[in-house]
């Protein structure tokens, strides 16, 4: 005996239409989804930009902590030298720069081969503590201390001090 029950079921077209306002649906989805997610902060953070301010206030403790002699040393440069660190038989010279204006990149120099290590510094200071004060003969530098301030719309500030090898009395 047969059964004359019509089962109801999608035509090509109703599945071809279906299909289609399914896709453009999606594809606005991962539209917004990809424009929220770029709206999320990314490496310009805070967070990122002081650590990335921190880490080159550690690279240039490192460099200070082995410095043998300064060669030229103002409030917002910075140059010495450190034993020879590539085996030419040579002393390295380092030096860390800034121009003085809000914005402007923090330069570091090694012996002669410029990079930039900060794109953006609002503020790069640099004190020494001399032993003995000047005007005396054979002065050393004891102590440098060093105050990094990134973008101004970041807030954080960066400072560190060290104690320095040309020193007589450091180990």
């Not at 929220?36 to 921190?54: I, V, Y």
């Not at 121009?99 to 120099?109: E, F, K, Q, V």
Request: no cysteine; proline share 6%.
């Amino acid at each position: 005996m047969r059964n004359n029950q019509h089962h109801r079921a999608f035509t090509l077209i109703e599945s071809v239409i279906s299909l289609s306002i399914a896709t453009v649906l999606l594809t606005g989805i991962g539209s917004s989804i990809l424009l929220a997610s770029r709206a999320l902060p990314g490496a310009d953070n805070l967070l990122a930009e002081n650590m990335r301010t921190t880490a080159i206030a550690q690279n240039i403790t490192t460099d200070l902590s082995t410095a043998i002699a300064f060669t030229t040393g103002t409030a917002s440069l910075l140059e010495f030298t450190v034993a020879d660190r590539d085996n030419d038989g040579l002393v390295e010279t380092i030096r860390y720069g800034w121009s003085g204006t809000p914005g402007a990149p923090l330069i570091y120099r090694y012996n002669l081969e410029p990079s930039v290590v900060l794109t953006t510094l609002d503020d790069f200071a640099v004190t020494y503590e001399l032993d003995p004060p000047p005007p005396a003969v054979g002065t050393t530098v004891k102590r440098v201390q060093i105050s990094m301030r990134p973008t101004a719309d970041v807030g954080g500030q960066v400072a560190t001090a060290v104690q320095t090898l040309n020193d007589p009395a450091a180990p």
